[in-house]
T-cell receptor, first 109, second 114 residues
């Protein structure tokens, strides 16, 4: 199963776009890219997922490169409430859902 | 819908004691999971269930047991608690197990074994 690599932390100014990168160079053709976030030790919260096309929902946008070896989660207008640990996960099956250490996003006023 | 609920929120156990962590979901999801999260780390899968009466081991099952007698409930049993089981435990559920099915998480149970 593919594993992911994320920077341990990032800063973003409030109101600006937050772009969180993720490398998944060993991703398989049937594995989806998922993003979750965890706010202050609460249960992880689903954000978005995609296979190869870019995806957008009310929370965020997901940009997946054409070779699928990396992706970027975009929070278009970050707020202080978006301060959290963001996890990038590649998933092919329900019991292959590996959470790494994630990226701690600090949104600053 | 309440989603996924867990009880208790906090618990302190002495070494060798036993306890059951409760998890209930009201979304009629077939799949349920238990994860543990150690400080500063990601989540690790302990056990999962694909339906009532069916359970299987995840990545770190040693020291735990589960049962799934109903669709709604998926309790996690700790026998002979050890300090290494100090962690935050999350229960999750999903409607199906395919690659497009997201998991919904409960608020967690913070367990300390001393």
């Amino acid at each position: 199963d593919a594993k992911t690599t994320q920077p341990p932390s990032m800063d973003c100014a409030e109101g600006r776009a937050a772009n969180l990168p993720c490398n998944h160079s060993t991703i398989s053709g049937n594995e989806y890219v998922y993003w979750y976030r965890q706010i202050h030790s609460q249960g992880p919260q689903y954000i978005i997922h995609g296979l190869k096309n870019n995806e957008t929902n009310e929370m965020a946008s997901l940009i997946i490169t054409e070779d699928r070896k990396s992706s970027t989660l975009i929070l278009p207008h970050a707020t202080l409430r978006d301060t959290a640990v963001y996890y990038c996960i590649v998933k092919a099956n329900f019991n292959k859902f590996y959470f790494g250490s994630g990226t701690k996003l600090n949104v600053k006023p | 819908n309440a989603g996924v609920t867990q009880t208790p929120k906090f618990r302190i156990l002495k070494i060798g004691q036993s306890m059951t962590l409760q998890c209930t979901q009201d979304m009629n999801h077939n799949y349920m999971y238990w994860y543990r999260q150690d400080p500063g780390m990601g989540l690790k899968l302990i056990y999962y269930s694909v339906g009532a009466g069916i359970t299987d081991k995840g990545e770190v099952p040693n020291g735990y047991n589960v049962s799934r007698s109903t669709t709604e409930d998926f309790p996690l049993r700790l026998e002979l608690a050890a300090p290494s089981q100090t962690s935050v435990y999350f229960c999750a559920s999903s409607y199906e197990g395919g690659p497009t099915s997201e998991q919904y998480f409960g608020p967690g149970t913070r367990l300390t074994v001393t």
